[in-house]
């Protein structure tokens, strides 16, 4: 039976508001990065689209809220300081639940993705990325092709962002970065030295 209000409008049922509450609470979504200001920022702007959003700063954390209430979306930063992204990935597919998830990689390691999408993820971006192409990612329909991106990141940049990864990894050590990277040295910190190309 549909009641009306005094003043004229259909009111609504405890059943019909217990149906809005569920439909609100379907849109949370977990955003795990290790990079705490990205984190707040990319939260703040999910929260203005309309997530309920809940973050972790590391893969333990991402793991227990993951596997403690399921989110409906999530974003998961591949490289974490505690270790490995695809294990969040991995918790979140062992709930059982059709979480649609999309994978961030600062440093291009296109091989780590591509098993993140094995596992489920249903795509991956390469950082930085907006809160836009988050967006788009994360609320695609099945089969839609994502758009290809106006400024795409230039190969110097890709190149940048790798060894910056590669150099924080070694804790700011230039000699070990140099070495993972086969490079001399001194050219290392030439590149260090310089602002990221665009």
Not at 8 to 32: C, N
Not at 78 to 91: S, T
Not at 171 to 197: G, W
Request: aromatic share 4%; proline share 5%; hydrophobic share 40%.
């Amino acid at each position: 039976m549909v009641e009306k209000s005094p003043n004229g409008t259909v009111a609504s049922s405890p059943a019909d508001k217990e149906r809005d509450d569920i439909d609100a609470m379907e849109e949370t979504l977990l955003l795990v990065d290790d990079d705490g200001p990205f984190l707040r920022r990319l939260a703040r702007a999910m929260e203005s689209r309309g997530f309920a959003v809940e973050t972790a700063e590391s893969v333990a954390e991402g793991i227990v809220k993951a596997k403690s209430n399921p989110p409906k979306y999530a974003v998961v930063d591949l490289r974490l300081g505690d270790g490995n992204g695809l294990d969040v990935i991995e918790a979140i597919r062992t709930t059982g639940s059709d979480t649609r998830i999309v994978v961030l990689t600062g440093y291009g390691n296109i091989a780590t993705a591509v098993t993140a999408v094995k596992l489920g993820a249903l795509d991956y971006l390469a950082k930085p990325a907006d809160a836009d192409d988050i967006y788009n990612a994360l609320t695609q329909r099945p089969g839609e092709k994502a758009e290809v991106p106006e400024n795409p990141m230039s190969a110097d940049r890709v190149r940048w962002e790798h060894i910056q990864r590669v150099y924080e990894m070694c804790d700011r050590n230039v000699s070990e970065t140099a070495r993972r990277l086969n490079m001399h040295r001194r050219t290392l910190q030439r590149i260090l030295a310089k602002r990221a190309p665009k």
